[in-house]
C-alpha cells in the first residue's frame, strides 16, 4: 500500500492501541492534522498550551498504565514540551511525544520555527528520533512505543520534518519489535530471591519501602501478599502511593520529608529495608549517611542504573517488581512481629496527623472531605507545594493508579492538564484535582478543554494567597522574610470559572466544605471550580529540613499529646542531636556503603 509519512505515522498509531492524542496545530504538522483528520477512531484533542498536551498525556498515562501520546508542531511548540517530557522522564511515565520538525533541506539553517528538539531534549527522554528516510517512520513508531512501555517506563521523542510527512513510500506494517541493545531484565536472579527470603526470616524489625516502580509494575497484590505474609509494616513514597491501601493496619503513610513521623520513625529504627520500585529520592532520605543506619537492604528494581546509585545493597535484584515479588512470596517463609508491630503502632498514637480544630478552614480538612465524599474512590490529581503534601497526607489512598501527581520534578501547572488526562482515560471514574492559588494559574487556560468536553472535573483551589510552600521555607529558615511569595492579587477564580464556562463555588468556613463537595458532586456535565480560602500562613507538618535527619524533624502535636520533648529524650528515638541544619543543596556525591 502507496502511502503518505502521515498516513503511515496514523496507521502505526492505531496498530499500536493509541485512541487519544494531546495536541496543537501548527505549520510543520499541517500534513499530520490533515490525516487525523480521516482518522475518526483516533480522538484528537486540542489543548490551549503545548505543556498542558504533555501533562495531559502524562495524566493519562498515570490513570490508565497505556502510553500516553502528544503532538506538537516545529520550533516553539517543540519546546513547550520540554517540561513535561522532564516530568515524564523523572517519574517513569510511559510517554510518545510526537513534534513537527522544518523540512529537512532547512534543517541546520535557522529556519522559521526551527529548533533541534532531538539534542535538546537528549537528556530528558529515554530515546528520540529525528526521521530522515520515510520508509523507516513505521519501525521508528513502533520501537518509540516499546521503549517507552518497557523496562522502566519513560518518554521518547519522534521529530518529523515536513518533507517527510508528505514523502510516500509502499507502506508494511511492523509486526514485531526487536532491539539488541535494548533488553530490559524482567526476572529476578533466583539465588538473590532466596537470599532475600534468608534476609526476612532473620529481621527483627522490617519494613517495606515501596515505591512509583511497584504502580508501573502492577505488583499491587504482591505487596499486599508479602506485607501481610511477614507481617511487616509498609511505608510508600510520593508515587507509590496506592500500591498499599492506606487503611490497612500496617500502613504507615507516606515517608521521608513530609511524610508521617511514624513511618520516618519506623524507617529509623529498622533492621532491615525492603525496598521495592523505590529510588531513595533525596526528599525520602535526607542526609543518606544517617539514614536508616542500623539496616540490612534489598532493593528491588528493574532499572540497574538505580541499585547502588545511593546506598549500596546487600541484597540487590534487577528485574520486574511484579516477577520478582511472586517469585519471593513462594519462597519466604510466614512469620509474625508482635512486638515490632506494637512499637511501630504505639508510634502512630503517640504522632497522628494532626491540624488545628479552631473554626478556621484548613486544607487538610478539605482533603479529608475530598476523601470521605468520593468514598475514597476517586482520582486525586494534584500540582505542587502545600496542598500536594496535604494531599498525600490525608486523602488515604485505598486502590492503584488513583494518586496522579508530579514528584521528581515538582512541576506547578501539571495538575489541571493531568487532571484532565486522567478524566479522558477513566470517563468512568470521579477525578478531582487538588491545587493551590499558584499552581492553577500556571496552566489555568486549559480550564477551557474540561469546559468544551464536558469533563465533570471537581478543581479544589486551596487558596491561602501565598505561594505556600516557598512561604514555609522562608518562614522557618529565612527569618520571615517573605520575598515574592505573596499572591493575594490574585483572580476571582469564581468570575475566572464562570468565563471559561466552569460551575464555579466559593468556601470560607469548615461548615461549608461538605455542601461545596456535594454540589461539585452533583455537576456532572462540566468542570466545577472550587475556591476554598483556607488559613494564610499554615505549615506542612511533620517536616525534615532539606538534606537534615530525623533528628530535626519538626512535629506539629495535638496539645493533649505527651510533650514532644519528652520523646527528643528517648534514646529509643533520638541519637545526638543535629544543632544546625544542612545546607539545603547538601548531596551525597557516592553511594553510601553499607555497615557489615
Given at each position: 500500500?502507496?502511502?503518505?509519512?502521515?498516513?503511515?505515522?496514523?496507521?502505526?498509531?492505531?496498530?499500536?492501541?493509541?485512541?487519544?492524542?494531546?495536541?496543537?496545530?501548527?505549520?510543520?504538522?499541517?500534513?499530520?492534522?490533515?490525516?487525523?483528520?480521516?482518522?475518526?477512531?483516533?480522538?484528537?484533542?486540542?489543548?490551549?498550551?503545548?505543556?498542558?498536551?504533555?501533562?495531559?498525556?502524562?495524566?493519562?498515562?498515570?490513570?490508565?498504565?497505556?502510553?500516553?501520546?502528544?503532538?506538537?508542531?516545529?520550533?516553539?511548540?517543540?519546546?513547550?514540551?520540554?517540561?513535561?517530557?522532564?516530568?515524564?522522564?523523572?517519574?517513569?511515565?510511559?510517554?510518545?511525544?510526537?513534534?513537527?520538525?522544518?523540512?529537512?533541506?532547512?534543517?541546520?539553517?535557522?529556519?522559521?520555527?526551527?529548533?533541534?528538539?532531538?539534542?535538546?531534549?537528549?537528556?530528558?527522554?529515554?530515546?528520540?528520533?529525528l526521521v530522515r528516510d520515510v520508509t523507516q517512520?513505521?519501525?521508528?513508531?513502533?520501537?518509540?512505543?516499546?521503549?517507552?512501555?518497557?523496562?522502566?517506563?519513560?518518554?521518547?521523542?519522534?521529530?518529523?520534518?515536513?518533507?517527510?510527512?508528505?514523502?510516500?513510500?509502499?507502506?508494511?506494517?511492523?509486526?514485531?519489535?526487536?532491539?539488541?541493545?535494548?533488553?530490559?531484565?524482567?526476572?529476578?536472579?533466583?539465588?538473590?530471591?532466596?537470599?532475600?527470603?534468608?534476609?526476612?526470616?532473620?529481621?527483627?524489625?522490617?519494613i517495606l519501602y515501596v515505591g512509583g516502580g511497584?504502580?508501573?509494575?502492577?505488583?499491587?497484590?504482591?505487596?499486599?501478599?508479602?506485607?501481610?505474609?511477614?507481617?511487616?509494616?509498609?511505608?510508600?513514597?510520593?508515587?507509590?502511593?496506592?500500591?498499599?491501601?492506606?487503611?490497612?493496619?500496617?500502613?504507615?503513610?507516606?515517608?521521608?520529608?513530609?511524610?508521617?513521623?511514624?513511618?520516618?520513625?519506623?524507617?529509623?529504627?529498622?533492621?532491615?529495608?525492603?525496598?521495592?520500585?523505590?529510588?531513595?529520592?533525596?526528599?525520602?532520605?535526607?542526609?543518606?549517611?544517617?539514614?536508616?543506619?542500623?539496616?540490612?537492604?534489598?532493593?528491588?528494581?528493574?532499572?540497574?542504573?538505580?541499585?547502588?546509585?545511593?546506598?549500596?545493597?546487600?541484597?540487590?535484584?534487577?528485574?520486574?517488581?511484579?516477577?520478582?515479588?511472586?517469585?519471593?512470596?513462594?519462597?519466604?517463609?510466614?512469620?509474625?512481629?508482635?512486638?515490632?508491630?506494637?512499637?511501630?503502632?504505639?508510634?502512630?498514637?503517640?504522632?497522628?496527623?494532626?491540624?488545628?480544630?479552631?473554626?478556621?478552614?484548613?486544607?487538610?480538612?478539605?482533603?479529608?472531605?475530598?476523601?470521605?465524599?468520593?468514598?475514597?474512590?476517586?482520582?486525586?490529581?494534584?500540582?505542587?507545594?502545600?496542598?500536594?503534601?496535604?494531599?498525600?497526607?490525608?486523602?488515604?489512598?485505598?486502590?492503584?493508579?488513583?494518586?496522579?501527581?508530579?514528584?521528581?520534578?515538582?512541576?506547578?501547572?501539571?495538575?489541571?492538564?493531568?487532571?484532565?488526562?486522567?478524566?479522558?482515560?477513566?470517563?468512568?471514574?470521579?477525578?478531582?484535582?487538588?491545587?493551590?492559588?499558584?499552581?492553577?494559574?500556571?496552566?489555568?487556560?486549559?480550564?477551557?478543554?474540561?469546559?468544551?468536553?464536558?469533563?465533570?472535573?471537581?478543581?479544589?483551589?486551596?487558596?491561602?494567597?501565598?505561594?505556600?510552600?516557598?512561604?514555609?521555607?522562608?518562614?522557618?529558615?529565612?527569618?520571615?522574610?517573605?520575598?515574592?511569595?505573596?499572591?493575594?492579587?490574585?483572580?476571582?477564580?469564581?468570575?475566572?470559572?464562570?468565563?471559561?464556562?466552569?460551575?464555579?463555588?466559593?468556601?470560607?468556613?469548615?461548615?461549608?466544605?461538605?455542601?461545596?463537595?456535594?454540589?461539585?458532586?452533583?455537576?456532572?456535565?462540566?468542570?466545577?471550580?472550587?475556591?476554598?480560602?483556607?488559613?494564610?500562613?499554615?505549615?506542612?507538618?511533620?517536616?525534615?529540613?532539606?538534606?537534615?535527619?530525623?533528628?530535626?524533624?519538626?512535629?506539629?502535636?495535638?496539645?493533649?499529646?505527651?510533650?514532644?520533648?519528652?520523646?527528643?529524650?528517648?534514646?529509643?528515638?533520638?541519637?545526638?542531636?543535629?544543632?544546625?541544619?544542612?545546607?539545603?543543596?547538601?548531596?551525597?556525591?557516592?553511594?553510601?556503603?553499607?555497615?557489615?
Open positions: 500500500m502507496r502511502v503518505k509519512g502521515s498516513r503511515a505515522l496514523l496507521e502505526s498509531l492505531k496498530r499500536e492501541g493509541v485512541d487519544t492524542i494531546f495536541g496543537y496545530p501548527g505549520g510543520a504538522v499541517i500534513p499530520i492534522y490533515d490525516m487525523i483528520y480521516q482518522f475518526p477512531d483516533i480522538r484528537h484533542i486540542l489543548v490551549r498550551h503545548e505543556q498542558g498536551a504533555g501533562h495531559m498525556a502524562e495524566g493519562y498515562a498515570l490513570a490508565t498504565g497505556k502510553v500516553g501520546v502528544c503532538l506538537a508542531t516545529s520550533g516553539p511548540g517543540a519546546t513547550n514540551l520540554v517540561t513535561p517530557l522532564a516530568d515524564a522522564m523523572m517519574d517513569s511515565v510511559p510517554l510518545v511525544a510526537i513534534t513537527g520538525q522544518v523540512r529537512s533541506n532547512l534543517i541546520g539553517t535557522d529556519a522559521f520555527q526551527e529548533a533541534d528538539i532531538t539534542g535538546i531534549t537528549m537528556p530528558i527522554t529515554k530515546h528520540n528520533w517512520l513505521p519501525e521508528i513508531v513502533a520501537e518509540a512505543f516499546h521503549i517507552a512501555r518497557s523496562g522502566r517506563p519513560g518518554p521518547v521523542l519522534i521529530d518529523i520534518p515536513r518533507d517527510i510527512a508528505e514523502a510516500e513510500f509502499e507502506y508494511t506494517p511492523v509486526e514485531s519489535v526487536d532491539i539488541p541493545t535494548f533488553k530490559p531484565t524482567t526476572r529476578g536472579h533466583s539465588v538473590q530471591i532466596k537470599r532475600a527470603a534468608e534476609f526476612i526470616a532473620d529481621a527483627k524489625k522490617p511497584a504502580n508501573h509494575a502492577y505488583a499491587y497484590k504482591e505487596v499486599r501478599e508479602l506485607a501481610e505474609k511477614i507481617n511487616t509494616p509498609v511505608t510508600t513514597t510520593l508515587k507509590g502511593l496506592g500500591a498499599f491501601p492506606e487503611t490497612h493496619p500496617l500502613s504507615l503513610g507516606m515517608l521521608g520529608m513530609h511524610g508521617t513521623a511514624y513511618a520516618n520513625y519506623a524507617v529509623s529504627e529498622c533492621d532491615l529495608l525492603i525496598a521495592v520500585g523505590a529510588r531513595f529520592d533525596d526528599r525520602v532520605t535526607g542526609k543518606v549517611a544517617e539514614w536508616v543506619p542500623n539496616a540490612k537492604i534489598i532493593h528491588i528494581d528493574i532499572d540497574p542504573a538505580e541499585i547502588g546509585k545511593v546506598l549500596l545493597a546487600d541484597v540487590p535484584i534487577v528485574g520486574d517488581v511484579k516477577a520478582i515479588l511472586t517469585e519471593l512470596n513462594k519462597v519466604v517463609k510466614a512469620k509474625m512481629h508482635p512486638e515490632w508491630v506494637s512499637q511501630i503502632n504505639k508510634l502512630k498514637q503517640d504522632f497522628p496527623l494532626h491540624y488545628p480544630n479552631d473554626g478556621v478552614l484548613h486544607g487538610q480538612y478539605v482533603i479529608e472531605q475530598i476523601g470521605e465524599v468520593s468514598d475514597h474512590k476517586a482520582i486525586c490529581v494534584t500540582d505542587v507545594g502545600q496542598h500536594q503534601m496535604w494531599a498525600a497526607q490525608f486523602f488515604k489512598c485505598e486502590m492503584p493508579r488513583q494518586f496522579v501527581t508530579s514528584g521528581g520534578l515538582g512541576t506547578m501547572g501539571f495538575g489541571l492538564p493531568a487532571a484532565i488526562g486522567a478524566q479522558f482515560g477513566a470517563p468512568d471514574k470521579t477525578v478531582f484535582c487538588v491545587t493551590g492559588d499558584g499552581s492553577i494559574q500556571m496552566c489555568i487556560q486549559e480550564l477551557m478543554v474540561a469546559t468544551i468536553y464536558k469533563l465533570p472535573i471537581k478543581i479544589c483551589i486551596l487558596n491561602n494567597q501565598f505561594l505556600g510552600m516557598v512561604r514555609q521555607w522562608q518562614e522557618l529558615f529565612q527569618g520571615n522574610r517573605y520575598s515574592s511569595v505573596d499572591m493575594e492579587a490574585a483572580p476571582d477564580f469564581v468570575k475566572l470559572a464562570e468565563a471559561y464556562g466552569a460551575h464555579a463555588i466559593r468556601c470560607f468556613n469548615p461548615s461549608g466544605v461538605r455542601a461545596a463537595l456535594e454540589e461539585a458532586m452533583s455537576i456532572t456535565d462540566r468542570p466545577t471550580v472550587l475556591d476554598f480560602r483556607i488559613s494564610k500562613e499554615e505549615n506542612v507538618y511533620p517536616m525534615i529540613p532539606s538534606g537534615g535527619t530525623i533528628h530535626q524533624m519538626v512535629v506539629q502535636r495535638p496539645p493533649d499529646m505527651v510533650p514532644l520533648d519528652s520523646y527528643i529524650a528517648s534514646e529509643m528515638y533520638m541519637g545526638e542531636d543535629d544543632q544546625a541544619a544542612p545546607a539545603e543543596e547538601e548531596k551525597e556525591t557516592v553511594p553510601v556503603p553499607r555497615a557489615q
